[in-house]
């Protein structure tokens, strides 16, 4: 399965853009990268998905680097309900299924 | 659609029962995922379909544990046996081929 690294931990400011980094150098198969969060307490939500390029929605963008082996998540303007577990998960050798890893932590101040 | 149904939401069983869930997926998505979370920890994989084919189940998986997706719509998690250990929140996704997973509110299983 490919081997994903983020950071732990991340803290970002109110209102100030955030750069989630996410490395997945032994990427393999032509699959979809997916991002997830979770806040607390709460299930698993669906942020957004690319394949090659970068991705836009009401949530996030999504930058794919053009080897895949790195993408970062984007958010735009950090708010406070943005605080979560973000997790970056990229397509696995093994299948099809989503894999969840540890994720970063968000922390948003105000 | 009101999205992923789980039911039930809480299900406090002894040692040794056997306990069931189900999750209703958004009509038409044709995969359908169960993850397992513990405190702390990352979503779990347990299990994986596409229509009513389960395509991938986790190692970790022993075989107290099945699944069921007999017409391609709702799925069923049965656990035998149950141990403490299989205490934790047991969650529900789906989603279209390629598209983004929407979870289920989740059912947390706590055995006593």
């Known amino acids: 399965d490919a081997k994903t690294t983020q950071p732990n931990s991340m803290e970002s400011n109110e209102e100030e853009p955030v750069h989630l980094p996410c490395n997945h150098s032994?990427?393999?198969?032509?699959?979809?990268i997916h991002w997830y969060r979770q806040l607390p307490s709460q299930g698993p939500e669906y942020v957004i998905h690319g394949l090659t390029s970068n991705v836009n929605n009401r949530m996030a963008s999504l930058a794919i680097a053009e080897d895949r082996k790195s993408s970062t998540l984007i958010l735009h303007r950090a708010t406070l309900r943005d605080a979560a577990v973000y997790y970056c998960?990229?397509?696995?050798?093994?299948?099809?299924?989503?894999?969840f890893g540890k994720g970063t932590t968000l922390s948003v101040s105000s | 659609d009101t999205g992923v149904s789980q039911n039930p939401r809480h299900k406090i069983t002894k040692r040794g029962q056997n306990v069931t869930f189900r999750c209703d997926p958004i009509s038409e998505h044709n995969r359908l995922y169960w993850y397992r979370q513990t405190l702390g920890q990352g979503p779990e994989f347990l299990t994986y379909f596409q229509n009513e084919a389960q395509l991938e189940k986790s190692r970790l998986l022993s075989d107290r544990f099945s699944a069921e997706r007999p017409k391609g719509s709702f799925s069923t998690l049965e656990i035998q046996r149950t141990e403490q250990g299989d205490s934790a929140m047991y969650l529900c996704?789906?989603?279209?081929?390629?598209?983004?997973?929407?979870f289920g509110q989740g059912t947390r299983l706590t055995v006593v």
């Open positions: 998960i990229p397509p696995n050798q093994a299948g099809t299924a989503l894999i």
């Open positions: 996704a789906s989603s279209f081929s390629g598209g983004g997973a929407f």
């Open positions: 032994t990427i393999s198969g032509t699959d979809y």
